[in-house]
């Protein structure tokens, strides 16, 4: 009878130990969301304007650019570039009837860590030579400043960079006087860096 008791003892003690999970050392990932956070500013010089977004983000971002304008008969256009509407000898606005210049535009990425591309500038930078219509091409697409510098990580030390967009819009005789306007918006996408 002893026996059996220490038999059936060694038995529960062994299911005890065998039914603790072993314990194993794995490592610890916090998930640090992305933030990103943008501001601007914009001044003319030496005839071309440029205008300047601060990006602050602490993680790799992509950069896309869009606007509307409207062509000479008013009609909606998917990217902007410089126009004005025609007024007539009184100065009222005649409808259904706008000038806009030929617009080139470029772009210049400044204070950042490192670009995914093989440069940081699109299509001559402060000497812009860009059309509004590859610059408002969508991420990836070629032509597009995405494609051409990628994926953008800020300074490790201020989570900061800038896009420095520049245009320049350049007039004929047929174009009426007056202050041509343009408005572009630049749109920061979020892009973390793969983690090795």
């Not at 007024?87 to 706008?98: C, E, M, R």
């Not at 080139?104 to 059309?131: F, K, L, M, Q, R």
């Not at 590859?134 to 051409?148: E, F």
Request: charged content about 15%; aromatic content about 6%.
């Amino acid at each position: 009878m002893k026996k059996n008791i220490l038999t059936a003892a060694i038995m529960v003690i062994g299911i005890i130990f065998t039914a603790i999970p072993a314990l194993a050392v794995d490592s610890i990932t916090a998930e640090v969301p992305q933030t990103i956070i943008m501001s601007g500013e914009g001044f003319n010089k030496s005839g071309t304007a440029e205008g300047i977004w601060t990006v602050t983000s602490n993680d790799g971002f992509d950069i896309s650019f869009s606007g509307t304008s409207r062509d000479d008969a008013g009609s909606d256009l998917s990217y902007p570039q410089f126009s004005k509407q025609d007024v007539d000898a009184t100065g009222s606005a005649i409808t259904d009837s706008y000038d806009h210049l030929a617009t080139t535009c470029g772009v210049v990425i400044s204070d950042y860590t490192s670009v995914e591309g093989v440069v940081d500038t699109w299509s001559g930078g402060s000497a812009p030579t860009g059309t509004p219509q590859d610059m408002v091409k969508a991420l990836g697409v070629a032509g597009s400043p995405d494609a051409t510098i990628g994926r953008i990580v800020p300074d490790t030390t201020t989570n900061e960079a800038k896009i420095h967009l520049y245009v320049k819009g350049e007039s004929t005789a047929e174009q009426q006087s007056g202050n041509y306007t343009m408005t572009v918006t630049c749109t920061a996408t979020a892009n973390p860096v793969p983690v090795p």
